[in-house]
Structure formats: C-alpha cells, structure tokens
C-alpha cells in the first residue's frame, strides 16, 4: 500500500526500522525489524550486509531477471550457492579420466589415467569380479607406482559428485562396463605407502554400454555415493565384457565443493 494519506498509527507497523533507541544503525550492523518488533533476515551496518534465515530455506537469497529466471540463489538449507540460468553450483569442478587405444584383458576392470599426458603407461589390473577390488597393494614395480600416480585423483577438501558421464568407442563392437571407486590411500614415505583400502562405489553404469567402429557413444552412470571426503583417492574403471579388442574413452566427473 502507499503511505498517501494514512496516519502513522495505521502504519507503523508496516514500516522497516533499526530498533536501536532512536541512534540508527551502528557500525557493526543491526538487525532490521518491522514496525511491531518483529525481526527480518537482515542486519545492516555502515560496511556490513548480513543474511541469517531464522529457519533455512531452499532461498533464503534469490535475485532473479525481470522475467523471473533465477541467476543466484543461496540454499542455507543445504550450505550451497547456485547461479546462472542453469543453477550450477558456483563451485561446480569438472575432473576427466581417459584410456587411448587401451588394450583390455576380457573381464579385467582397468584404471583409467586422470586428465592426459599418460602415455606409455599401463593400466593397473582391479580384478575381474562383478565391481573392482576393494583394496590395493602395490609390487616393487616402477610400472605399478608409475601407473597408480597416473590414476588417481586426490580430492584435498570433501567434495559432492553431481554427475558421471562416459564417452567411449572401440575397435569393434563391444560392451562395456565403468566404475568410480574412492580409496584411502596409504601416506609416508616407506614401503607400502600408496596402497589402497576401503574402497567404495561411487558410480557405475546400470547396464553395459555398446560401443564400436561405427559409432562413439555416451551415457551418464548411476550415482552410488555422491560424497567424498577430503583425503581420499578416486579413480575410474573400464571393463571389455566378453572381448580384448581395443577401446578409446572418457570419464567425466562434475562435482562441487561441499
């Protein structure tokens, strides 16, 4: 309503103020309320803008178009910051794994390398149950240390997977399956440093993907487990079912900071 004609007694309580006696805002900010006392979200200072929800919301801030489309929102209900017409977390990181003219062992779930630059490495060998080895113990191998370094990736703060995408293609037509595992790995400088244990599903693909000669094709896997804790290793797996013949992809793994 407009204050056109109205009397303060009809009003006031519709009105924004400081209560603070009669002396403003102070410099260290002060909480703004409502004509009956009643407290906002808000606190105001000379240099200070302060938001605290008495109770968390999904958007306890939003600024959105002239045509409503949000572009940032802070979700104090789930420690996050969302901008953009997408809505992607503000800190939404992206971390690839790939394996070039890899040359599988039927069943073998290999380790796939982190970013590139890997070549002449060796895929390191995680078994062929149905999901890769739970833990691993390195050999006096240069190839083995060698290829673990080029593997892992070493998440230093807890971060929260929001998607897994694959992109293969192969020599022929094959099926194939991927995993994402996180490890904790073994620290020191002495032997047996580097050795992996607790390993836990992150992701996997549902079903094989069909990939082949005459097509390169893409899907998104199954989220197991979308946290990660800081000081753990990740690393991704590809399985030839049924086959050796030779396979080209990548692992792309969206994720935010928690």
């Given amino acids: 309503?407009?204050?056109?004609?109205?009397?303060?007694?009809?009003?006031?309580?519709?009105?924004?103020?400081?209560?603070?006696?009669?002396?403003?805002?102070?410099?260290?900010?002060?909480?703004?309320?409502?004509?009956?006392?009643?407290?906002?979200?808000?606190?105001?200072?000379?240099?200070?803008?302060?938001?605290?929800?008495?109770?968390?919301?999904?958007?306890?801030?939003?600024?959105?178009?002239?045509?409503?489309?949000?572009?940032?929102?802070?979700?104090?209900?789930?420690?996050?910051?969302?901008?953009?017409?997408?809505?992607?977390?503000?800190?939404?990181?992206?971390?690839?794994?790939?394996?070039?003219?890899?040359?599988?062992?039927?069943?073998?779930h290999h380790s796939m390398f982190v970013d590139s630059g890997w070549a002449g490495l060796t895929s390191l060998d995680f078994g062929t149950a149905t999901d890769p080895a739970t833990t691993f113990t390195l050999s006096s191998s240069e190839a083995n240390a060698n290829a673990l370094v080029g593997s892992i990736w070493y998440v230093s703060s807890a971060v929260t997977i929001d998607e897994v995408r694959v992109i293969a293609g192969g020599e022929a037509a094959d099926t194939v399956n991927f995993h994402l595992f996180s490890y904790t790995m073994a620290s020191g400088t002495g032997s047996g440093a580097g050795d992996l244990s607790d390993g836990t599903l992150l992701a996997h693909n549902g079903s094989t993907l069909t990939t082949g000669n005459d097509r390169v094709t893409t899907t998104t896997l199954t989220v197991d487990s979308a946290n990660v804790a800081a000081d753990k290793v990740v690393l991704a797996f590809i399985e030839n079912v049924g086959a050796t013949t030779d396979l080209t992809a990548q692992l792309i793994v969206k994720y935010h900071y928690q």
């Fill in 1 to 108: 309503m407009s204050l056109t004609n109205k009397t303060i007694a009809s009003t006031y309580g519709d009105m924004l103020q400081v209560d603070n006696s009669g002396s403003g805002r102070t410099a260290s900010g002060t909480v703004v309320k409502d004509g009956l006392g009643q407290s906002t979200a808000l606190t105001l200072g000379q240099n200070k803008l302060h938001v605290k929800p008495s109770s968390d919301q999904t958007d306890s801030v939003l600024i959105e178009t002239a045509g409503g489309t949000d572009l940032l929102t802070v979700d104090t209900t789930n420690s996050a910051v969302k901008v953009g017409t997408t809505q992607n977390y503000v800190n939404t990181q992206i971390q690839r794994f790939s394996v070039h003219d890899l040359q599988p062992t039927d069943g073998k």
